[in-house]
C-alpha cells in the first residue's frame, strides 16, 4: 500500500514537471513565434527541436543522478511532443537528443524506441486533416472518449484525437513490455509488486492516464499562448483597420471643403482657382504617396502650409490671417498623418468663417518633458461649452476623428482638450508622447498631464 501510494505521488510529481517545463518554454518570444507559425522551415524547426530538447534531456538526467527522482524522465512524452509539433524528421531528432543521458547510462534501447515514437507522432501529425486538431487534444480522457463516441454515432470516420489517444496508449504499453523483456536498457515506472489483480488494473490506469496528461498539459499551454499571439495579431489588424477607416472620413471631408473653395472661384477668378488646383494636386500627392501612420511634424506643417494657402485665398488677406510660433526642436518629432489638417479646418470654417471680420489662426509647438505640445488658436466666434448650439458643429466629423485616432494610436496617454470663450476664441491643445521615428511603430506610453491653457475659460476634453 505504502509503494502504491508511493507511485500515485510520482505520478503526481510528473504532470507537474510538466505543466513548469512547458510554462517556461513559453515565456520564450521566439518559442512562442515558432508555435505561431503554421509552417516552419528546417532551420526553425532545428531550433524548435533544440529548444524542447534540452530541459527534457536535464530532466533525464536528473533521474539517473538524483535517487529516487524518477518523475523528472519525460523523455518518452517529449518524442511524442516534438513529434506531433514539428514533424517526423524534428520527431526524430529530439527523440535522439533527449535519448543521450540514457544511451550513455547503457540504457541502449531508449534511442531507438524515442526516435520511432517521435517519427509515429510526426506521421501522424501530416495526415490530419486540420492542424488545430493537434492543438485540441484533452488531458480529459473520459471527455475525449465521449467526444469521439458522439462524432462516430453521428457520422463514422476516422477520428485524429482518438488516433493519437489510442497510439499514446500503443506505444505506453510497448515501452513498458520492452522494459519487462530488457532490464536496464529502457526505463519506465513499474507497478509495485505484491499488488492484487484490482489494484494493479487501477496502478495501470493511473500509468496511462498520466501519461496522456503528460503529453496533452504541455499541448493545452502551448496553445494558450498561440492563441493570445493570434488575439494580438488580430488585435494589431483591428487597430490598422480602424485607422484605415478614419482616415478615409478624413481625407473626403478635406477635399470636398478644398474643392468647394476651388469652385466658387472658378468664374470670379480663373488665375487664382487653378493656382488653388495646382496646390491642391500637391497635396494629393502628398495623399497617395502617405503609407505611414506617422509622419515627422516638419511635413505635417508643409502639408499644412499647402492647405492654409488655399484657404487665405478663398477668405482674403486681410480677413484670415496665419501665424507660427514653432520650435525649431519639435519639427523632427512624430506626429500622426493628417493630424491638424482637420483641427485647421474646424477652426476656420466654425470660429473664422462665421465672423464677419475674419481673425487669426495660431500653430504653436512646444517640447515640455518628453512630450511634444502642439498648440491651434483662433480668435473667432469661440462657443459656450454648457451651450453647445453657439457654435454648431464644432466637434464634428474633423475634431471626432482626431480625438477617435489619438485614442487608437496612443491609448490614454495621449490628450486632446478643447477650451473655448464664446465671443473671445477656441483654443485646441494636443499632448502627444515625444517619439522619433524609430518608436514610432512601437509606442511606450507614458502618462501625461494636461496643458496649460492660453484662454482662461471652461473646457472640454477629448480623450
Not at 53 to 79: C, H, Q, T
Amino acid at each position: 500500500m505504502d509503494q502504491g501510494l508511493q507511485l500515485l505521488t510520482y505520478l503526481v510529481i510528473k504532470l507537474g514537471v510538466a505543466a513548469a517545463i512547458a510554462s517556461a518554454m513559453v515565456r520564450s518570444r521566439d518559442f512562442k513565434r515558432w508555435l505561431f507559425l503554421d509552417s516552419l522551415a528546417l532551420r526553425e524547426r532545428i531550433f524548435l527541436v533544440m529548444f524542447l530538447s534540452i530541459p527534457y534531456m536535464g530532466g533525464v538526467w536528473v533521474r539517473l543522478r538524483v535517487k529516487n527522482f524518477i518523475p523528472a524522465d519525460l523523455s518518452f512524452e517529449a518524442s511524442l511532443l516534438m513529434g506531433v509539433i514539428a514533424g517526423p524528421i524534428a520527431g526524430a531528432l529530439g527523440g535522439a537528443l533527449v535519448s543521450v543521458p540514457a544511451l550513455l547510462h547503457h540504457e541502449y534501447l531508449t534511442l531507438p524506441f524515442n526516435v520511432g515514437v517521435g517519427i509515429l507522432a510526426g506521421i501522424l501529425r501530416d495526415i490530419a486533416r486540420d492542424p488545430e486538431e493537434i492543438w485540441s487534444f484533452s488531458p480529459f480522457i473520459d471527455l475525449s472518449v465521449y467526444r469521439w463516441i458522439r462524432k462516430m454515432v453521428r457520422r463514422p470516420h476516422l477520428d485524429w484525437q482518438m488516433g493519437f489517444f489510442i497510439l499514446i496508449v500503443s506505444l505506453q504499453f510497448a515501452r513498458m513490455e520492452i522494459g519487462r523483456h530488457f532490464p536496464g536498457r529502457i526505463f519506465y515506472i513499474q507497478e509495485p509488486p505484491g499488488l492484487s489483480p484490482q489494484g494493479t488494473f487501477w496502478v495501470l490506469i493511473a500509468l496511462y492516464a498520466t501519461t496522456i496528461a503528460v503529453v496533452a498539459i504541455p499541448l493545452k499551454i502551448f496553445n494558450a499562448a498561440r492563441l493570445e499571439l493570434k488575439l494580438r495579431e488580430h488585435e494589431r489588424l483591428l487597430l490598422q483597420a480602424r485607422m484605415e477607416a478614419l482616415q478615409s472620413q478624413i481625407n473626403p471631408h478635406f477635399l470636398f471643403n478644398t474643392l468647394n473653395s476651388v469652385s466658387s472661384l472658378v468664374r470670379v477668378d480663373p488665375d487664382t482657382a487653378r493656382e488653388l488646383i495646382v496646390k491642391l494636386a500637391t497635396i494629393l500627392r502628398r495623399l497617395l504617396r502617405q503609407t505611414e501612420a506617422f509622419v515627422p511634424l516638419r511635413e505635417e506643417l508643409e502639408f499644412i502650409d499647402n492647405y492654409l494657402d488655399i484657404e487665405v485665398v478663398r477668405f482674403g488677406h486681410d480677413k484670415l490671417q496665419v501665424e507660427k510660433d514653432i520650435q525649431p526642436e519639435s519639427l523632427s518629432a512624430m506626429v500622426p498623418s493628417m493630424l491638424l489638417q482637420p483641427l485647421v479646418e474646424n477652426s476656420i470654417k466654425h470660429g473664422l468663417e462665421p465672423k464677419l471680420e475674419g481673425g487669426k489662426i495660431l500653430l504653436r509647438s512646444r517640447l515640455m518633458d518628453d512630450r511634444l505640445i502642439l498648440y491651434i488658436a483662433d480668435d473667432g466666434i469661440g462657443m459656450d461649452i454648457e451651450r453647445p448650439n453657439t457654435r454648431p458643429d464644432s466637434t464634428g466629423i474633423g475634431m471626432t476623428n482626431v480625438a477617435e485616432r489619438l485614442k487608437v494610436l496612443y491609448g490614454d496617454v495621449a490628450q486632446m482638450s478643447i477650451n473655448s470663450e464664446y465671443g473671445i476664441g477656441t483654443l485646441i491643445t494636443l499632448e502627444l508622447p515625444l517619439i522619433d521615428d524609430v518608436a514610432a511603430s512601437e509606442l511606450t506610453p507614458q502618462p501625461i498631464q494636461a496643458p496649460g491653457s492660453l484662454y482662461p475659460a471652461r473646457s472640454s476634453t477629448l480623450r
